[in-house]
């Protein structure tokens, strides 16, 4: 791990610590992990950063909410000790402790950061925008022996005991897996389609589909996120398919988070003709007055905004936590869930499954497994696909492992 974010490290402009440094601080990281405190496992993350020039490039305009930078009064020396000690300090939605070396090389916590809860909202997409981010990298503990590091915003390396991850499959942003997400978003597409040609004629809906798109994987990726943070382990299918080959324990029809994004996307093309009315209009001639209505419209479609993304949060929420019972939760194609605590029927399994080891997926980038090195939640998903094509389903391993799965 070490070798390879000082690999990553030598791309930038950062100044560049010793590969034996580096070491250091992961050994002490991973050594920490093991341990708990007040019977609770360690959890926290670790900015790298200089405090001799922690914000060497700070942006013209800087936002209330950006992170700071705390000193304290005495260097403490980064051991295992004083990091369990102080993690309970540091949760890592709140701050990360600052941590540098001397001039032999000795690593020390030097500070804190704040506003932490901001990069974790970013990361988690519960917000569509974030600052940039102190220090070199951060590094943080997520679980016992469990260690990630992230460079800005980006995700270089991640051990899991004793095995080092630094390449990344992301089915979400391109391949296969995208695909049929981009197609399971036609109902929203509908809806926003028949709302701009009833109330804004002269805007293009096909200019609004690649943002449906977005807003449909971003939810979807926030619900299995969330599903990861329990650690539970679960699964979820998104099926076009009533109870074919289902035994729903628990059914209901919950199609709240449907409405919601359908909504939030409403209320984002008003509030951006209404803003590009007032720029176009009325910002280049203070002589021309601005009309009251204009303004409270542009002004009550951005409150409407918020209050639906408000919405769309707890619904995730909402559906994250059913995949906390044994069984899976079904999913419509569009998101509308259908039950949960759900059981498969017993199918004929494939004889094999093809792991792929990108997001597209060809027939040099596919490995054919069997499928009995699998669990039996894994299995049964197998079985479902196989059986059923057009169903797309995740599984959560208690490792927090996600495995999209289609025939």
Known sequence: ????????????????????????????????????????????????????????????????????????????????????????????????????????????????????????????????????????????????????????????????????????????????????????????KKAIRSYINKYYKDEDPKDWDEYIETSIIQSLSRILLKSQNYHHGGAFLMTPYKKAGLIVKHELSYDRLFKAIVNYIQLNISHYKYSNAIADQFSRDEKNLLPVSLYVSENVSEAQKNETSDEIKGAIRFISSLSCIDGLVVLTTDLKVKGFGTVIRSKPMPPYVYVAKSATVSDDKITAVSSNQFGTRHCSMFSYCWNNNGSLGFVISQDGIFAPLRE
């Open 1 to 188: 791990m070490a070798r390879l974010v000082y690999k990553k490290l030598a791309k930038t402009n950062y100044p560049q610590p010793s590969e034996s440094i580096l070491t250091h601080l992961f050994e002490n990281l991973f050594f920490t992990s093991l341990k708990t405190e007040e019977g609770q496992l360690i959890k926290v993350t670790v900015t790298f950063i200089d405090p001799a020039d922690p914000d060497p490039s700070p942006p013209e305009r800087i936002v209330a909410d950006r992170w700071n930078y705390i000193h304290f009064r005495k260097r403490i020396p980064f051991t295992v000790k004083n990091i369990v000690k102080l993690s309970k300090a540091a949760d890592p939605w709140s701050s990360s402790l600052a941590v540098y070396y001397d001039a032999n090389n000795e690593l020390y916590i030097w500070g804190m950061i704040d506003q932490a809860v901001h990069y974790q909202d970013f990361l988690n997409y519960e917000t569509e925008s974030g600052s940039e981010q102190p220090g070199f990298f951060q590094t943080s503990i997520s679980d016992i022996g469990s260690i990630h590091v992230m460079l800005d915003y980006e995700l270089i390396a991640t051990l899991k005991q004793n095995t080092l991850i630094s390449n990344y499959v992301d089915v979400f942003r391109k391949g296969t897996v995208n695909k049929i997400l981009k197609s399971f978003s036609e109902p929203y």
